[in-house]
Each structure stands twice: as C-alpha cells, then as structure tokens.
C-alpha cells in the first residue's frame, strides 16, 4: 500500500482505547463483517494499522442479500469481483456467507418490506446468517466486528451511546465452549476520516459510489436510499426496478414513507431533484 506510514500513523490516531472488558488479544477470530463499503474498509484499516492486530486472525465475513446460489438482484452486480480486490489489497481472506433464501423471497413470504423498525434484512439476511455460520463452527472465542458510525443517523448515534460492545447472544454457547461478542471499532469515524483512509490505503471505492452515485454500499434497492439515489439506480437497472414495482403492486405495500405517509416508488423517484443530488467528493481532507 502507498504512503503506508502516513496510513500507519493517521489509524493510529482514529485507534480509542478499546473497552476495559474486552480482552482483544483473547479471541482466536477476528470476523469483519464485511460489505465492500467504505465502513468496512476502514473497520478493517484502523484493525490492522490503528490496533495492529494480527492479520493471521482476521476474516472478512460477507454476507451475501440474495441468498446463495441466486443471481444478484439487491446486491449489486460488482460486488463479488470488487470483494476479492479488497481481500488482495487488505491482504486478509474473505468468507462469503448467505442465507438459504434470499431477501426477495423474505419479502414475498412477509407480504411487506422492511423498514426502518423492522429492518429483518439485516436480522434474517446478515445477523443471523452469521449467527447460524458461527455456530456451525464449533468452539472457540470470536470476535464479531461492524462498521456502524455514530454520524450516520440519531438512531445510530443513540444506540451506539448505550453499547458498543456486548456478547452475541445468538450465537454464544459457553456449555459448548463457544464465546461470541460483537464490537464496534469505528463508531466515533467521520465521513471525511472514512474516505482518507482509503485514499492513503491506495484502495478504490466500490463502484456503488463513483458509478451509481449513492452513499450507502449496502441493497441495491436499500429502504435508505433519498429519490435521487433510488432514481439513479432505478435508470442504472431499470428491468430490476420495474420488477419492485411489480412486486409493491402485487403484495399492496409501498416500501418508501415520507412523514409517515406511503409513496410509491414511482412516485418516489419523482421527487428527484437535482439540488438534492449528492456530492460524493470521494476523498475529502480530514477536519480536524
């Protein structure tokens, strides 16, 4: 990696005392939950350059939406190929999980989509696919680790107050000498902080930012997205999105709100507005 001890010095400085109760150097994995975002890249940047932490016992866990053995419909068509970059250039090995079934059938079973309540993408497509693959492990001491930020949203900024660390329950099982907790390294990260690591890492963003022009790597379709992003991504794969309307007709649920009022997403794609368009200059200067 380029300019490697500007890298090493700056994930030093982002690198926080870790939780008093947590023993780092205890647990034989270190599992990265890992997107391809801009957030899991720097989770696993300040783990091996800020901690320095042993690359020998990290993994980049990702968590496949679509299921497995499915064609990619809400995770973007790049990421595969841009995950197995990321391994070569972080130099530590990528796991790829999923679920039997992937979120469009969740959806169609549910007869709604998920929102920001009941976000069971995340429960039933990463969470506990994770849960269910480290059980299948056996025993051992893992760490879970997610690249939750503060400055993302109030939500997040509220429960990343109360607990940033904890055991994983779901997947803990001490009568079988399996311990499990979850941490977030990179809560207290700013966006700007985020995209400098990767710049001094010599690492390409994912093709989600600088080809479809959104600011989450997460669904293709995320619940998240604003209207221009859910409008750039509409024209970007038309075919997909005519499906989702298809589907939002056929179930009678809209999967967008605004001001607790249902809008579809035709009509929400209206709201596009280009002084609403994001500016995603990809490499900001650090504010200190």
């Known amino acids: 990696m380029k300019n490697n001890k500007e890298l090493m010095e700056f994930a030093e400085t982002l690198a926080i005392p870790l939780p008093g109760e947590m023993d780092i150097n205890s647990y034989e994995f270190l599992d990265i939950n890992f997107s391809g975002g801009k957030d899991s890249i720097a989770m696993a940047l300040i783990l091996l350059h800020g901690y320095k932490l042993p690359r020998e016992k990290m993994r980049l866990i990702h968590m496949r939406i679509d299921g497995s053995n499915q064609e990619a419909y809400f995770d973007y068509p790049e990421t595969d190929e841009y995950l197995k970059y990321c391994s070569e250039k972080l130099g530590i090995k990528l796991i790829t999980i999923a679920s039997e079934k992937g979120l469009k059938e969740r959806i169609e079973e549910r007869?709604?989509?998920?929102?920001?309540?009941?976000?069971?993408?995340?429960?039933?497509?990463?969470?506990?696919?994770?849960?269910?693959?480290?059980?299948?492990?056996?025993?051992?001491?893992?760490?879970?680790?997610?690249?939750?930020?503060?400055?993302?949203?109030?939500?997040?900024?509220?429960?990343?107050?109360?607990?940033?660390?904890?055991?994983?329950?779901?997947?803990?099982?001490?009568?079988?000498?399996?311990?499990?907790?979850?941490?977030?390294?990179?809560?207290?990260?700013?966006?700007?902080?985020?995209?400098?690591?990767?710049?001094?890492?010599?690492?390409?963003?994912?093709?989600?930012?600088?080809?479809?022009?959104?600011?989450?790597?997460?669904?293709k379709f995320c619940i998240f997205l604003s209207p221009t992003e859910m409008n750039n991504i509409a024209k970007a794969f038309p075919e997909d999105f005519q499906e989702l309307v298809e589907m939002e007709k056929r179930l009678g649920h809209t999967m967008k709100y605004i001001k607790g009022q249902s809008v579809s997403l035709v009509d929400f794609i209206q709201r596009d507005k280009s002084e609403d368009q994001l500016s995603l200059d990809m490499f900001l200067p650090c504010k200190w």
Do not use: M
């Open 111 to 219: 007869g709604k989509w998920p929102a920001p309540a009941q976000q069971f993408c995340t429960s039933y497509q990463k969470r506990d696919c994770y849960a269910k693959w480290v059980r299948s492990r056996g025993p051992g001491k893992y760490l879970c680790l997610s690249g939750e930020r503060s400055q993302e949203s109030s939500r997040r900024a509220s429960n990343l107050s109360v607990s940033n660390f904890r055991v994983y329950k779901a997947a803990n099982a001490p009568t079988k000498k399996r311990f499990v907790d979850w941490y977030r390294p990179i809560h207290h990260l700013h966006v700007d902080e985020v995209w400098k690591l990767l710049k001094l890492a010599d690492i390409e963003p994912h093709p989600c930012y600088t080809k479809y022009n959104v600011s989450r790597c997460s669904c």
